[in-house]
């Protein structure tokens, strides 16, 4: 098994752009989530799904969109990027008490 | 606000040694996690707790979870350069929002750096 992928990897944005995240996982797991991490700040929850066609808020879902249309995928979109978006935004997805992260994407918006 | 608090934020030690990092929350954990994560890339889940008092080892990190739960700690017995990285302790968010598998909340990690 794969596990979560992540992809791409490295991405540089100019500001007003836009750009979809891609997470893929290949345990059939249920609830998926988007996370972002920031110096200081920790690890903060997105956007989140509890199962294919659903999704919901986090802490910190404004300038973000998210869809689940297949159980394996999650994507996340950024409509019109802005430097405090700037960020490493991690995949994960969760099942029986144990939850597994992508490897990151680090994204720069200048 | 911080609803997890760990400490310390940073941690310098010399290898060989032993040392603990802390994991406070002001709520009860009804799921305690800890992550390993090398500077630049993901996280490596290490174990999960749910019971008060539970313990759980894996190689030389040993994690428990207090009685009251509300308390967790990581214990590393002889330090090894491999060691060296970002502890996260993250807990179930449906403590705080009230029911379901709603994600983790975290704490902001402690960085731990490993002499020879």
């Known amino acids: 098994n794969a596990g979560v992928t992540q992809t791409p990897k490295f991405r540089v944005l100019k500001t007003g752009q836009s750009m979809t995240l891609l997470c893929a996982q290949d345990?059939?797991?249920?609830?998926m989530y988007w996370y972002r991490q920031d110096p200081g700040m920790g690890l903060r929850l997105i956007h989140y799904s509890v199962g294919e066609g659903t999704t919901a808020k986090g802490e910190v879902p404004d300038g973000y969109n998210v869809s689940r249309l297949k159980k394996q995928n999650f994507l996340l979109g950024l409509e019109s990027a802005a430097p405090s978006q700037t960020s490493v935004y991690f995949c994960?997805?969760?099942?029986?008490?144990?939850?597994?992260f992508g490897p990151g994407t680090r994204l720069t918006v200048t | 606000s911080q609803e997890l608090e760990q400490s310390p934020q940073s941690l310098i030690v010399q290898e060989g040694k032993n040392l603990t990092i802390n994991c406070t929350s002001s709520?009860?954990?009804?799921?305690l996690y800890w992550y390993k994560q090398k500077y630049g890339e993901g996280l490596i889940f290490l174990m999960m707790?749910?019971?008060?008092?539970e313990e759980k080892s894996h190689e030389k990190i040993t994690a428990k979870l207090d009685e009251k739960k509300q308390q967790s700690s990581l214990h590393i017995t002889a330090s090894q350069p491999s060691h060296a990285g970002i502890y996260l302790c993250?807990?179930?968010?449906?403590?705080?929002?009230?029911?379901?598998?709603?994600?983790?909340?975290f704490g902001k990690g402690t960085h731990l750096i490993i002499q020879p």
């Open positions: 994960a997805s969760h099942r029986r008490g144990r939850c597994y």
């Open positions: 345990m059939n797991h249920e609830y």
């Open positions: 993250g807990a179930d968010i449906a403590m705080y929002s009230g029911g379901g598998a709603d994600g983790l909340t």
């Open positions: 709520k009860t954990l009804y799921g």
């Open positions: 707790l749910q019971k008060g008092g």
